[in-house]
């Protein structure tokens, strides 16, 4: 008898070695029926019974172990991959899921080897299909992981859009009434904790609005923009001057050359120069001017920030715009814990969003970010 016509034989002991396990894994086993634990348990073990069965040449065997599976053209999911998300809905840790699969393995070859005294098994044939079998319980393994990864990603996702989203209206009043005492004329302590409240504020508006644009751009979409005719060198010295004001000890020279009118989103684009101040003001050299620049070409703008202080390395140049990372330990973290390290990610995000392109370059001169912005999109 070949192992495939054995699990498909002795079907319901293998499925009620899998439910005993399943049902250890706590709390979430607590709220499952049977039907819930088995979850697509026998699915998995038929697409297995139909791998064994299927002819492997040498080289389809070898293109499987390095993970060139081919998946279903019709868009359908197999069934470890929708098993994997129950069981992320289910509650179940990424490692439960997985110890699942090392538990199938172990309970089918524990029951065969147990049986195979009253079954006649040829020994060759018995080791190709333990082999196939591991390779399958693999390739299951892999699937499942892989979507259950995607799953709890996602789903944290949509809990921070919600959160992120729900926090800006409250957030939004707590603004407005400092803004309204402000206009009081307070002067003395009262007026030092107003702009302590109003600074504070708008650092909350800056984190909530890049980690709803990170969610965005994570669940599939992309940036926003709405674009309009604009003079980019109004749009700078805007945002420039609101910089200023928050950051009286640091200075800010601006230097506009050419023509700087445009097609974009303003405040896009003062999002985007925040960002970049911000990651000046974070690590550059405080007793050196942040240095921003506008020149107008024939058929673009380009927009750079340049700030004085310890060059980055190579290795973190690479991998300064993607989402959470900070660079590496030499950069002055002290006030770098003010943000979720997703300024450069979000910059870059908008200008891809505007068809232009930005990067980064740092020596011993300084670091500068870039920005290549087209006329229009």
């Known amino acids: 008898m070949r192992l ?43 697409a297995i019974i139909l791998d064994l069965n299927t002819a492997q040449t040498p080289d389809e065997q070898d293109r499987k ?25 289910a509650g ?30 040829d020994l060759i044939a018995a080791m190709e299909d333990a082999r196939r079998f591991n390779e399958a319980i693999d390739q299951a393994l892999m699937e499942s992981v892989t979507f259950f990864t995607q799953e709890v990603e996602r789903t944290r996702n949509l809990f921070l859009a919600v959160v992120g989203h729900d926090l800006r209206n409250p957030l939004d009043t707590i603004l ?22 109003t600074r504070g504020g708008v650092r909350i508006k800056h984190l909530l609005d890049d980690l709803l644009d990170f969610n965005r751009a994570a669940l599939g979409g992309c940036i926003s923009i709405t674009v309009a005719e604009v003079d980019l060198a109004e749009v700078c010295a805007l945002e420039i001057n609101d910089f ?10 601006f230097d506009a050359a050419g023509n700087l009118h445009g097609v974009w989103d303003a405040a896009r684009i ?38 004085r202080g310890t060059p980055i390395p190579e290795a973190t140049l690479t991998q300064l715009f993607e989402p959470l990372k900070r660079g590496d330990a030499g950069r002055d973290r002290r006030r ?18 505007h068809g232009g392109s930005i990067h980064a370059s740092s020596d011993e001169h300084g670091t500068s970010f870039t920005l290549h912005l087209p006329r229009s999109i």
């Not at 200023?244 to 020279?253: G, K, L, V, Y």
């Open 65 to 89: 172990a390095k993970g060139g599976v081919p998946r279903p053209r019709d868009g359908t999911y197999t069934a470890a991959q929708t098993h994997a998300v129950m069981r992320a809905e």
């Open 244 to 253: 200023q004001s928050a950051h009286r000890d640091r200075e800010i020279r």
């Open 270 to 307: 003062q999002q985007l120069l925040s960002n970049l101040l911000k990651n000046a003001i974070d690590y550059g050299a405080r007793d050196e001017a942040i240095k921003v620049r506008a020149a107008g070409m024939d058929s673009e703008v380009v927009l750079s920030v340049h700030n």
């Open 176 to 197: 407005k009434n400092v803004e309204y005492l402000s206009r009081m004329g307070m002067e003395g302590a009262a007026s030092e904790v107003l702009g302590r409240l």
């Open 4 to 46: 495939a016509e054995f699990i498909l034989r002795d079907m319901e002991p293998i499925l009620a070695e899998w439910e005993a396990f399943a049902a250890t894994h706590l709390p979430a086993a607590t709220r499952m029926n049977s039907s819930a634990l088995r979850d697509h348990a026998p699915e998995i073990l038929g």
């Open 92 to 121: 179940f840790s990424v490692v439960q899921m997985a110890s699942e699969y090392r538990a199938l393995r172990a309970s089918v070859l524990k029951l065969w080897t147990a049986a195979a005294r009253d079954l006649d098994i």
């Open 336 to 353: 770098s814990n003010s943000h979720l390290g997703l300024g450069l990610f979000i910059a870059r995000e908008i200008a891809r969003a």
